[in-house]
C-alpha cells in the first residue's frame, strides 16, 4: 500500500492513520499535541469570564491532575517505557500532549535515576498568556506557579510516587534575561512520603476510555524505532518513530485529549452542576474548532469547502479517539453527506464524556462546530439510525450534513485576536523521511 503524505485526494470512507505516511503522521501528531492546548486556551477564557480568576485557575489545575497521570501511564504501557527513575519520567514528558513539541521547546538533562533537570528555550503557552494580558503579573504568576507547580507534580508523581519537581528558574524574569523561560529539577527520594491521587484521577481511571487499550502493531516499521524501552533520546521528535508506532502514538494522543477534556467537564459538573458543564462544553468546542480544524487542514493539505473537505475532517478531529469512538461516513455529493456512530466502548462509558456528552443533542451535537469552521453554510441535522443503509455495526447517533449556498453563514462565538492569531498561525517544522 501506497501511503499518503497529505490527504489531499478523493474521500476515503475508510481513511484510517495508518494509510498516512511517517512524514503526515508527525505533523498530525503535534497538532494532536497542540489540539489540547487549543482547547485549554478556549475553556480557561470562557471559565474566567464567567467564574473569575479562582474559578478558572482550580478547574485548570484539577483537570490536569485528574488526567495526566492516567494518560502518562498509558502512553509508558504503549511504548513500553519502564522503570519509575528520571529516565522513565522524562521520557513520559516527551510524549505528553501538555508539552506540544515546538510550541513547547523543552531540553532534559539527566544526571542518575534519582536526579535530573528539564528547561524549556520557548514555552508558546508562557509566550501566549504573557502576550495576552500584556505581561500582567498576576496571570503570568498564576499560569507558572499557582499552576505548574501543582500540575507538573502530578505528572512526574505518576511514574514514582515519591517524586518531586521544583523549580530552579521560572517567570516573572528580570528585565534582560535571556535563558530558558523555566528549568525545573526532578528528583526522587525514597523517604518521602507518596501522596494518593486526586478525587477526579480516581473517578477518570475507572472510565472505559482509561481503560481501553491501543496496541503497537505486529509488524514493526523499518525505518524509526518500533517503541521507547531503548535509551533515552533527549532530542526526541515523533519522526524517530516508525510509521506504524506513530500511527498508534497519534491515536493514543486522541486519548489523551479525550481524558482531559473528559477531566475538564467533570471538574465544571461537579462545581456548578450539568447544565452548565454543558453550555461550557458547547462554546468551548465550537471556539476551539476555528482554530484546531484550519490547522488540521493545513497539515494534511485537505482542501476546498465542500462535503469531501467536511468528511475527511471529521475523519482525523482529535476529538474522537479512533476506535473507542467509532464512526462512519458517507459523500453522497458535493453538498450532502452523512456521518455517524456505532455501538462503540464510548457509548458503554460513564456519563462524563467531555465534549462527546454534547453527541445526543438535537440543537448543536457538538462537532457542528468542526463542519461550520470549513464551511459556515452546511447544517447538520439528526436522523434515524435506521436511515444509514451502509454501515459495519449497529447506528446509535446519526446525522445528515448539507450544504445549502443560499443559507446565512453560521454565526460562531467571537474567539479573542490572540488566540486566533497566535495558535492558528503558529509554525510547526518537520523533518523529511530518509
Given at each position: 500500500?501506497?501511503?499518503?503524505?497529505?490527504y489531499?485526494?478523493?474521500?476515503?470512507?475508510?481513511?484510517?492513520?495508518?494509510?498516512?505516511s511517517?512524514?503526515?503522521?508527525?505533523?498530525?501528531?503535534?497538532e494532536?499535541?497542540?489540539?489540547?492546548?487549543?482547547?485549554d486556551?478556549?475553556?480557561?477564557?470562557?471559565?474566567?469570564?464567567?467564574?473569575?480568576?479562582?474559578g478558572?485557575?482550580?478547574?485548570?489545575?484539577?483537570?490536569?491532575?485528574?488526567?495526566?497521570?492516567?494518560?502518562?501511564?498509558?502512553?509508558?504501557?504503549?511504548?513500553?517505557?519502564?522503570?519509575d527513575?528520571?529516565?522513565?519520567?522524562?521520557?513520559?514528558?516527551?510524549?505528553?500532549v501538555?508539552f506540544?513539541?515546538?510550541?513547547?521547546?523543552?531540553?532534559?538533562?539527566?544526571e542518575?535515576?534519582?536526579?535530573?533537570?528539564?528547561?524549556?528555550?520557548?514555552?508558546?503557552?508562557?509566550?501566549?498568556?504573557?502576550?495576552?494580558?500584556?505581561?500582567?503579573?498576576k496571570?503570568?504568576?498564576?499560569?507558572?506557579?499557582?499552576?505548574?507547580?501543582t500540575?507538573?507534580?502530578?505528572?512526574?508523581?505518576?511514574?514514582?510516587?515519591?517524586?518531586?519537581?521544583?523549580?530552579d528558574?521560572?517567570?516573572?524574569?528580570?528585565?534582560?534575561?535571556?535563558?530558558?523561560?523555566c528549568?525545573?529539577?526532578?528528583?526522587?527520594?525514597?523517604?518521602?512520603?507518596?501522596?494518593?491521587?486526586?478525587e477526579?484521577?480516581?473517578?477518570?481511571?475507572?472510565?472505559k476510555?482509561?481503560?481501553?487499550?491501543?496496541?503497537?502493531?505486529a509488524?514493526p516499521g523499518?525505518?524509526?524505532?518500533?517503541?521507547?524501552?531503548?535509551?533515552?533520546?533527549p532530542?526526541?521528535?515523533?519522526?524517530?518513530?516508525?510509521?506504524?508506532?506513530?500511527a498508534?502514538?497519534?491515536?493514543?494522543?486522541?486519548?489523551?485529549?479525550?481524558l482531559?477534556?473528559?477531566?475538564?467537564?467533570?471538574?465544571?459538573?461537579q462545581?456548578?452542576?450539568?447544565?452548565?458543564?454543558?453550555?461550557?462544553?458547547a462554546?468551548?468546542?465550537?471556539?476551539?474548532?476555528?482554530?484546531?480544524?484550519?490547522?488540521?487542514?493545513?497539515a494534511l493539505?485537505?482542501?476546498?469547502?465542500?462535503?469531501?473537505?467536511?468528511?475527511?475532517?471529521?475523519?482525523?478531529?482529535?476529538?474522537?479517539?479512533?476506535?473507542?469512538?467509532?464512526?462512519?461516513?458517507?459523500?453522497?455529493?458535493?453538498?450532502?453527506?452523512?456521518?455517524?456512530?456505532?455501538?462503540?466502548?464510548?457509548l458503554?462509558?460513564?456519563?462524563?464524556?467531555?465534549?462527546?456528552?454534547?453527541?445526543?443533542?438535537v440543537?448543536a451535537?457538538?462537532?457542528?462546530?468542526?463542519v461550520?469552521?470549513?464551511?459556515?453554510?452546511?447544517?447538520?441535522r439528526?436522523?434515524?439510525?435506521?436511515?444509514?443503509?451502509s454501515?459495519?455495526?449497529?447506528?446509535?447517533?446519526?446525522?445528515?450534513?448539507?450544504?445549502?449556498?443560499?443559507?446565512?453563514?453560521?454565526?460562531?462565538?467571537?474567539?479573542?485576536?490572540?488566540?486566533?492569531?497566535?495558535?492558528?498561525?503558529?509554525?510547526?517544522?518537520?523533518?523529511?523521511?530518509?
Open positions: 500500500m501506497s501511503l499518503l503524505n497529505a489531499d485526494g478523493p474521500f476515503d470512507p475508510g481513511f484510517e492513520l495508518s494509510k498516512l511517517r512524514t503526515a503522521l508527525a505533523r498530525l501528531g503535534r494532536y499535541m497542540l489540539f489540547q492546548h487549543i482547547r486556551r478556549a475553556g480557561v477564557g470562557i471559565l474566567g469570564r464567567r467564574f473569575g480568576p479562582a478558572m485557575t482550580q478547574v485548570a489545575v484539577d483537570l490536569w491532575i485528574g488526567a495526566s497521570p492516567v494518560y502518562n501511564r498509558r502512553m509508558r504501557k504503549l511504548l513500553k517505557i519502564t522503570g527513575g528520571v529516565t522513565a519520567t522524562f521520557k513520559g514528558l516527551q510524549t505528553d501538555g506540544p513539541h515546538q510550541f513547547q521547546a523543552v531540553k532534559y538533562h539527566v542518575n535515576e534519582k536526579r535530573g533537570t528539564f528547561w524549556l528555550t520557548f514555552c508558546g503557552v508562557y509566550e501566549h498568556v504573557a502576550a495576552g494580558s500584556r505581561f500582567n503579573p496571570a503570568i504568576k498564576n499560569l507558572c506557579h499557582d499552576m505548574e507547580d500540575t507538573f507534580l502530578a505528572t512526574v508523581r505518576a511514574v514514582n510516587p515519591k517524586a518531586d519537581c521544583l523549580p528558574v521560572r517567570p516573572p524574569l528580570a528585565p534582560g534575561y535571556t535563558g530558558p523561560t528549568r525545573w529539577v526532578v528528583t526522587i527520594d525514597e523517604s518521602r512520603e507518596a501522596v494518593p491521587p486526586s477526579v484521577c480516581r473517578l477518570v481511571s475507572r472510565s476510555a482509561a481503560q481501553f487499550e491501543y496496541a503497537l502493531p509488524d523499518t525505518d524509526g524505532i518500533n517503541d521507547y524501552s531503548g535509551p533515552f533520546l532530542d526526541l521528535a515523533l519522526e524517530d518513530f516508525s510509521q506504524p508506532t506513530l498508534v502514538v497519534c491515536k493514543e494522543f486522541t486519548m489523551a485529549d479525550h482531559l477534556n473528559r477531566s475538564a467537564h467533570l471538574c465544571v459538573r462545581l456548578w452542576g450539568e447544565e452548565v458543564m454543558r453550555e461550557i462544553a462554546v468551548e468546542w465550537a471556539v476551539a474548532a476555528q482554530i484546531y480544524t484550519v490547522r488540521l487542514r493545513r493539505d485537505i482542501r476546498g469547502t465542500d462535503m469531501s473537505a467536511i468528511l475527511k475532517t471529521l475523519q482525523v478531529d482529535p476529538a474522537f479517539p479512533p476506535d473507542y469512538v467509532k464512526r462512519g461516513y458517507r459523500l453522497v455529493d458535493d453538498k450532502h453527506g452523512y456521518f455517524w456512530i456505532e455501538d462503540c466502548p464510548l458503554a462509558d460513564d456519563p462524563d464524556r467531555g465534549w462527546l456528552t454534547l453527541l445526543p443533542t440543537a451535537p457538538g462537532f457542528d462546530g468542526t461550520a469552521a470549513v464551511n459556515p453554510r452546511a447544517r447538520c439528526p436522523i434515524a439510525p435506521a436511515q444509514v443503509q454501515a459495519k455495526d449497529t447506528v446509535v447517533y446519526a446525522w445528515e450534513i448539507v450544504i445549502d449556498e443560499t443559507a446565512e453563514p453560521r454565526p460562531v462565538p467571537a474567539v479573542k485576536p490572540m488566540l486566533a492569531d497566535e495558535l492558528l498561525n503558529f509554525p510547526m517544522t518537520f523533518r523529511e523521511e530518509n
